[in-house]
């Protein structure tokens, strides 16, 4: 690493930059840390090149821009513009974590992983996957992460299948994947998802229940739950906060809590700030790069 001061400069297309991430960003090393608000995808190439241009190249590898909001597409959208924005050998390195949704996703799978591994012997392959909250942000990051490591993803619906539909749709123009969108709507639609799923993400929105205790008593082939909701109501009836692949009360299936996601989150996204702060080479870092991180915390 260079002498030069570390400087992020963190874009969101909403009214606010997230206070968790502006602390995590100054934690892990950043001295200097720019919110810019209310940010277009338009004027991306023109903050990039401001950023660039007014440092030496050798600089490029301590400026650093981080995409946050609360939208995955957009957030991926802001990064490939950052990119495409740089003109070597004036470069920059980019963070794209909406809502804290990639690094969250990424320690969810990374932790489910651990769980099948060691207790089951398993990997993704082949492994039957329902989501729950697929289209929120850390639901369409946690699907494309398990679907590109092999696993048979569902998304599951529950206001209508437009919204998944279209999330599928994305995920398979984007990464190649193929995600199933499957309709959730009723009881029996979701006790059948449920009943039909190896592993479960339970990413629906703060306060929303979505496995109670006679859902998981149905549940035959339920190996594992992950519940990211730590705001009670738990997302999974029985789920203890910090759960980390111990059996829910009175059931064979393995619970991870939001808090033991929460601390392999929280080591990712501080990670990744350091790698883009101690790299000698501009960094493009976005779910992916999460999931290989937090593989790694948790191994």
């Known amino acids: ?20 991430d502006v602390n995590m960003a100054a934690d892990a090393g950043y001295k ?12 991306v190439t023109g903050l990039v090149q401001d950023a660039i241009f007014s440092r030496p190249p050798e600089y490029g590898a301590n ?15 802001f990064l490939e513009a950052a990119r495409k924005a740089l003109v070597p ?31 089951f012997g398993r990997d993704w392959k082949g492994t039957k996957v329902a989501v729950f909250g697929a289209t929120g942000v850390v639901g369409f ?3 494309i992460i398990a679907a590109l490591e092999g696993a048979d993803v569902q998304l599951v619906a529950h206001r209508g299948l437009d919204r998944v539909v279209k999330s599928a749709q994305v995920s398979k123009e984007r990464f190649g994947v193929d995600l199933q969108a499957v309709a959730g709507e009723t009881d029996a639609q979701k006790a059948e998802i449920i009943a039909n799923a190896e592993v479960i993400f339970a990413a629906a929105a703060a ?28 997302g999974v009836e ?25 601390d392999i989150k929280y080591k990712t996204e501080s990670g990744l700030f350091k790698q ?18 937090a593989r790694q915390l948790v191994a």
């Open 32 to 43: 200097v840390i720019v919110p810019y608000i209310n940010v277009t995808q338009e004027e």
């Open 207 to 234: 306060g929303v229940q979505v496995l109670s205790k006679q859902h998981l008593a149905s549940a035959n082939k339920l190996l594992v739950v992950a519940d990211v909701n730590a705001v009670p109501p738990a």
């Open 1 to 20: 690493m260079s002498d030069a001061t570390p400087i992020l400069h963190m874009l969101s297309p909403q009214k606010h930059m997230s206070p968790f």
């Open 89 to 119: 050998p004036f470069q920059l390195s980019v963070l794209a974590d909406p809502a804290g949704s990639f690094t969250t996703a990424a320690a969810m799978v990374a932790c489910v992983e651990r769980a099948l591994k060691f207790k």
């Open 276 to 293: 883009m702060i101690g790299s000698k080479e501009p960094l493009s870092l976005d779910f992916r790069h999460a999931f290989t991180l």
């Open 238 to 262: 029985g789920m203890d906060l910090f759960m980390d692949g111990t059996p829910l009360p009175d059931s064979n299936v393995l619970g991870v809590g939001p808090l033991a996601i929460g």
């Open 141 to 143: 990051a946690s699907s």
């Open 63 to 77: 400026t650093g821009v981080f995409v946050g909001g609360k939208d995955a597409i957009l957030a991926l959208d």
